[in-house]
């Protein structure tokens, strides 16, 4: 596609570490207005802490490199005000809140400008309203919530860990909806303005989701810029080692 929008991510040169051990080196990448990409990588390549630490989440500690979000500087900022810039994320493993409604997280994250009742119907999701937060819920109605709160925040930047891992095929096509609303995908790509980062280990979403670009995590480093369909094709012919030796 035309990078014709403002960059609304760019990752600098990102190191970082955990207890000293290296987990991610020289990460290099760039997102704009109005596009997805697409994040591969095998388990335990650091595609998780990579998320986290876009959204100033979790224990990791940034040795060098910057983040930029529309223009500023992110780096060293709380989450929270990196929600409120327009940052949003979708966990792989979300916690179990007791006590705390669906409806209610909902609410506060919409400012009580947003229904609900409304939003949770897009996502088969009303009966869950009254239900407290991820307790007893299956693989699919725990990303059907995280989904539903991206939802609430509209954020410019959605950052989404693994969306169709542990969803069952009914779940996949109403989550694969759900991003789709939430990225603009219906919206002409000349005038959408939200931008996604989708991390996947299978690919499947691309059945839902299209997406601009791909790249893939090896070796603590990106390795890979492309069509994403290529490149998944690619991992499911040769594994994630054939991306050390791809001369692409
Ligand atoms: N809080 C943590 N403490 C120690 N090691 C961690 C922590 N979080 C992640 N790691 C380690 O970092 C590596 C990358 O993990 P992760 O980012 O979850 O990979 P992926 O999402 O690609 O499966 C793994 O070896 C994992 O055990
Ligand atoms: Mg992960």
Redesign the pocket.
């Known amino acids: 596609m035309d990078n014709i929008g403002q960059k609304v991510l760019e990752v600098n040169n990102l190191t970082v570490t ?2 000293g051990n290296t ?1 991610l080196e020289h990460i290099f990448l760039e997102i704009y207005e109005g596009e997805t990409l697409m994040l591969f ?1 095998e ?8 998320l986290m630490t876009i959204m100033g989440l ?2 990791y500690k940034i040795e060098t490199g910057s983040i930029f979000f529309k223009g500023k500087e992110v780096t060293h900022l709380p989450p929270s005000e990196r929600a409120k810039m327009g940052i949003g994320i979708m966990f ?1 493993r979300p916690p179990t809140i007791r006590g705390l409604k669906v409806r209610e997280i909902l609410e506060l994250i919409g400012h009580n400008s947003t229904d609900p009742e409304e939003l949770a119907e897009s996502l088969n999701f009303g009966s869950f309203l009254d239900r407290d937060l991820n307790l007893g819920f299956s693989g699919g109605e725990i990303k059907r919530a995280e989904l539903l709160q991206l939802l609430a925040q509209k954020p410019d930047l959605a950052l989404l860990d693994e969306p169709e891992s542990g969803v069952d095929l009914v779940s996949i096509s109403l989550v694969g909806e759900a991003i789709r609303k939430l990225l603009e995908k219906d919206v002409h790509h000349r005038r959408r303005k939200k931008a996604g980062l989708i991390i996947s280990h299978s690919g499947h979403i691309l059945d839902y989701v299209e997406a601009d670009r791909g790249c893939v ?1 090896v070796n603590k480093t990106i390795w890979c810029m492309g069509n994403p369909h290529e490149i998944i094709q690619g991992i499911r012919k040769q594994g994630y080692k054939g991306c050390l030796t791809c001369q692409k």
Request: avoid cysteine.
């Open positions: 955990i207890n987990l990588g388990n335990g390549s650091g595609k998780t802490s990579l979790g224990p792989q995590l």
